[in-house]
């Protein structure tokens, strides 16, 4: 017996995409240099402002200016400074690769909003895990 995917009915024929989100191994890492360690964070926090700006547009293009305020949302995360200040101050006062600091504090956030009771709230931990992954990436 077949099983299909509940989206709608009838049938559709084309090209199936499939995206395989995988997991980045990331380890702890000791650094001797500071500040090249975040000019390194602050440069890729840029590269993926830059990259939520063009998707941000092509997005209020093609499915509107209301749909398209999740990336006004993830924008904001990237200017946070209490998200990428404590980044900052991890690498710091412990002397850690960038990408660690970052999964330490993108991780701490995602806990502290999974465990909110506000639904609202709770779904701003995917958005974490977004923007995380893409500073990362």
Do not use: W
């Not at 990331?26 to 500071?34: C, K, P, S």
């Not at 990408?99 to 909003?113: V, W």
């Amino acid at each position: 017996m077949l099983k299909g995917i509940a989206a709608s009915s009838g049938v559709a024929i084309g090209k199936a995409l499939v995206i395989v989100d995988k997991e980045v191994e990331i380890e702890r890492r000791a650094i001797d240099n500071i500040e090249a360690e975040t000019t390194k964070l602050q440069n890729a926090v840029a590269t993926a402002k830059e990259q939520l700006e063009k998707i941000k547009e092509i997005a209020r293009e093609k499915i509107g200016e209301d749909k398209a305020q999740v990336f006004e949302a993830h924008l904001m995360m990237l200017e946070d400074p209490e998200f990428i200040g404590a980044v900052e101050a991890q690498i710091s006062s412990e002397s850690i690769c960038a990408e660690y600091a970052l999964k330490q504090t993108a991780d701490m956030f995602i806990s502290m909003f999974e465990s909110m009771d506000n639904e609202y709230m709770r779904e701003r931990a995917a958005d974490i895990r977004d923007v995380s992954k893409r500073i990362i990436n």
